[in-house]
């Protein structure tokens, strides 16, 4: 119940963020370049300081720590590999416009934003850094499976996509530190603190500014109820099955599941768009999930 009181005041929390966000957006003062540069802000120097300190947090590199680092990259590429094959089985009836979106939506979700803030809030450090091995397996995914609904993509190219992604390479520099034992200067320290501390104001704001330009009627089409069905609820609920019957931490169980159910990816109506398939609907996917989760993650908590 704990966790739930903390979920539940942390998605208030991202929500009011999130109008702030939009009435930004309304008033032109956050327009899309500015939201573009937000965007890579957050990516490229925001998360990945968030991953760092959280290696830097005084955990110490025990075998049960990288046994639940390997385990999570497993149950991870598990369950990557399930939203790519359900997805085609889901959404094999809707034209391309439709299926390209909704199967991106299912492999690639909005975690980076929202799920490293939610960890970080109900997990503290470890539950930051158990996401951040997650992600792994869901940015390959992104750059290849994923990719390849819209477009033809070389496995070379993925494969240097993800490895100098800018998150992935927090999580290689922060184990450095982290087994090397490295302590920081305290300037430094307070340096990255103080910007992974911006992670859920930014995020929030991004994704308010995002959902400010979406007509809220076309939340309740079949095709987009049927998505968020899927990738706030049956997805997760499924993982949470399938995790009580094995002998996994508790802790990884619970990042398991939330990152499971995150709301689709922005880079979804990103992708639609820069290839013409279907953003107007993407942006619909987004939004809805991104709006229905406000409810749904809380109550996913009362199961962990």
Not at 35 to 60: E, H, M, Q, W, Y
Not at 118 to 147: C, D, E, H, K
Request: with cysteine.
């Amino acid at each position: 119940m704990d966790v739930f009181r903390q979920m539940l005041s942390l998605q208030a929390q991202m929500f009011l963020l999130m109008l702030l966000g939009a009435l930004m957006a309304k008033l032109r003062i956050i327009g899309e370049a500015g939201r573009k540069t937000l965007s890579a802000l957050l990516l490229d120097l925001i998360l990945p300081c968030n991953i760092v300190c959280s290696f830097l947090g005084g955990t110490g590199a025990t075998p049960e720590f990288f046994k639940n680092c390997l385990l999570a990259l497993v149950i991870c590429t598990v369950i990557q590999t399930a939203a790519i094959l359900g997805s085609r089985l889901a959404f094999r009836r809707y034209p391309r416009e439709k299926k390209g979106p909704m199967s991106y939506g299912m492999i690639c979700s909005n975690s980076s934003f929202v799920g490293m803030p939610v960890a970080n809030a109900l997990y503290g450090g470890m539950g930051v850094m158990y996401t951040s091995i997650f992600q792994i397996p869901i940015r390959f995914t992104m750059w290849t499976a994923g990719l390849h609904l819209f477009t033809q993509v070389e496995r070379r190219q993925a494969v240097k996509m993800t490895l100098t992604h800018p998150c992935n390479l927090a999580v290689f520099l922060g184990l450095a530190l982290m087994l090397l034992g490295v302590e920081l200067p305290a300037f430094a320290m307070q340096t990255l603190t103080g910007l992974s501390g911006c992670c859920i104001p930014v995020s929030m704001l991004v994704i308010g500014s995002v959902l400010a330009g979406t007509d809220v009627r076309s939340l309740f089409s079949w095709p987009v109820l049927w998505f968020s069905l899927l990738r706030l609820v049956v997805f997760p609920l499924a993982v949470y099955g399938v995790l009580c019957l094995l002998p996994v931490d508790p802790l990884l169980t619970g990042i398991s599941v939330l990152m499971s159910g995150m709301p689709a990816g922005s880079t979804t109506s990103i992708l639609a768009e820069q290839y013409g398939c279907g953003s107007l609907f993407a942006s619909q996917l987004v939004f809805a999930s991104t709006l229905f989760s406000i409810a749904t993650l809380p109550l996913l908590c009362l199961l962990l």
